[in-house]
């Protein structure tokens, strides 16, 4: 006798139902290893020979002729290098700090707080310079600072900070806002909950737990503002080159493996920081 059993659909729907919870997961793609391999080789491998001619010991750009630390030297003898550089640091220490302070500000203001009509609207202006070619950015600038230099006579640094600080906010707001979505609230309702006044809870609950995410945006600011070209081009004034600008004027004229050790350098500075972000967010998940 042949008697139906109700069980294999029931095993079938308990096997689909498993196989629709599981989260997708980039790496079992079968091609996921090769197209990672392809765009990592994409990325550094122009960087390779850059970095490998800086330790030449001749002048050539193409002909090996044995290593060296000289252009490094030469860099590092050039007062004009070491000027640059200092006014890079500088502009981007600002830079950094400035945006940080803002974007921690409109993090908390989009975040700790109930929706309110207009809210996407903000989201997307704080994320404006993201979203807008970085030329027309360092074109409006040009047009808003001339006017302020014609009326005010002032040609200082203080147009450079405010432009890179401008720039910057939204790399320092979305680490922060990433941290501020992420933490768990249960902690600011117990502070809250033993009469712990709102500044207290945030110097004493939110602030500590906030700041991997505070660091995380002000390390990536400064990267940003470091690097940055277009910009500090268009808004600077006579006297005011920052390392990257002054090496763009270098290429136009003569170029030396001595620029290949300053971007050497500047590329050695990027990896480290954008490292250290990584070990931290890492380590914070």
């Not at 207009?118 to 030329?135: H, K, R, T, W």
């Not at 009326?151 to 922060?176: D, K, N, Q, R, S």
């Not at 991997?212 to 268009?234: N, Q, R, Y």
């Amino acid at each position: 006798m042949f008697v139906a059993s109700t069980n294999g659909p029931i095993i079938m729907t308990n096997k689909l139902n498993k196989v629709r919870s599981k989260p997708f997961n980039a790496t079992r793609v079968p091609t996921f290893f090769t197209f990672a391999v392809v765009c990592i080789f994409i990325l550094y491998a122009p960087m390779l020979p850059l970095v490998f001619y800086s330790f030449n010991s001749g002048s050539s750009l193409s002909l090996w002729e044995g290593f060296s630390w000289r252009w490094y030297q030469v860099a590092w003898q050039n007062s004009h290098v070491q000027e640059v550089t200092w006014r890079s640091l500088y502009l981007a220490f600002q830079a950094s700090l400035y945006s940080t302070v803002l974007a921690t500000m409109a993090a908390l203001g989009t975040t700790r707080t109930k929706k309110y009509k207009g809210q996407s609207l903000i989201y997307a202006l704080i994320n404006q310079p993201l979203m807008v070619p970085e030329v027309v950015t360092a074109v409006a600038l040009l047009i808003f600072f001339a006017s302020i230099k014609v009326a005010t006579g002032y040609t200082g640094m203080a147009y450079l900070v405010l432009a890179h600080t401008a720039f910057c906010i939204p790399f320092a707001y979305l680490p922060i806002r990433a941290r501020l979505e992420n933490m768990d609230l249960n902690l600011e309702h117990a502070a809250a909950d033993l009469y712990a006044s709102p500044w207290r809870v945030f110097r004493r609950v939110t602030l500590p737990l906030l700041f991997p995410g505070i660091l995380a945006g002000a390390m990536l600011a400064f990267v940003i503002s470091l690097d940055d070209v277009v910009i500090t081009e268009f808004v600077k004034t006579a006297g005011q080159d920052t390392l990257p600008t002054y090496m763009l004027g270098q290429l136009r004229r003569v170029l030396t493996p001595e620029i290949h050790a300053i971007s050497s350098v500047l590329l050695a500075i990027s990896v480290t920081l954008v490292g250290l972000l990584f070990l931290m967010s890492k380590k914070e998940s």
